[in-house]
């Protein structure tokens, strides 16, 4: 089976986030055939106009997969997801990933820029990574799934638009 890395680099507010909002919406993923498995997710914030110390704090982001760019999470940086399950279901869910940015586990000794390992939704204290196993396909654009995020932990942090960018790997 081939392998192939795709990168995207979803839309921020320039506001601060605070825990538990809406990091970003629907951000279109061109899949290499219309069913993906996903092999890899990693994050990294590209932020250079905050000092390394404000910077060095645990963060956590969700990130959720759909095939359809129906619905969206809420509003960018403007508090709590406001999606209901039904939209969810609407949007065609194939799936979510924790990532995390831990100075206790060394991802953030880096200072910036601030580097996000995947690792399963509900295993917030793991010593080491593990995705879900999720299948990634299409919805109704064809070759074409959606992410969206939430900021779960993080604090006060401010980024430029263009700060995060993911890297997804996938089999087909």
């Given at each position: 089976?081939?392998?192939?890395?795709?990168?995207?680099?979803?839309?921020?507010?320039?506001?601060?986030?605070?825990?538990?909002?809406?990091?970003?919406?629907s951000?279109?993923?061109?899949?290499?055939?219309?069913?993906?498995?996903?092999?890899?997710?990693?994050?990294?914030?590209?932020?250079?106009?905050?000092?390394?110390?404000?910077?060095?704090?645990?963060?956590?982001?969700?990130?959720?997969?759909?095939?359809?760019?129906?619905?969206?999470?809420?509003?960018?940086?403007?508090?709590?997801?406001?999606?209901?399950?039904?939209?969810?279901?609407?949007?065609?869910?194939?799936?979510?990933?924790?990532?995390?940015?831990?100075?206790?586990?060394?991802?953030a000794s880096?200072?910036?820029?601030?580097?996000?390992?995947?690792?399963?939704?509900?295993?917030?204290?793991?010593?080491?990574?593990?995705?879900?196993?999720?299948?990634?396909?299409?919805?109704?654009?064809?070759n074409?799934?959606?992410?969206?995020?939430?900021?779960?932990?993080?604090?006060?942090?401010?980024?430029?638009?263009?700060?995060?960018?993911?890297?997804?790997?996938?089999?087909?």
């Amino acid at each position: 089976m081939p392998f192939d890395i795709i990168t995207v680099t979803p839309t921020l507010t320039t506001g601060a986030y605070a825990d538990n909002e809406v990091l970003f919406t629907s951000t279109e993923i061109k899949l290499p055939h219309n069913k993906c498995q996903l092999v890899s997710l990693s994050a990294i914030f590209t932020d250079t106009d905050t000092t390394a110390t404000v910077e060095q704090n645990d963060r956590e982001i969700i990130v959720m997969f759909f095939k359809e760019n129906t619905h969206q999470l809420g509003t960018i940086g403007d508090g709590a997801p406001s999606i209901t399950g039904a939209q969810i279901a609407t949007n065609v869910s194939l799936g979510a990933v924790r990532l995390v940015n831990s100075t206790g586990s060394g991802e953030a000794s880096l200072g910036v820029p601030s580097i996000f390992g995947g690792q399963a939704p509900n295993d917030r204290s793991a010593a080491s990574s593990s995705l879900p196993k999720l299948i990634l396909a299409e919805g109704s654009t064809k070759n074409t799934c959606y992410i969206q995020g939430l900021y779960e932990v993080g604090g006060a942090d401010t980024y430029e638009a263009s700060d995060l960018v993911i890297t997804i790997g996938v089999k087909y």
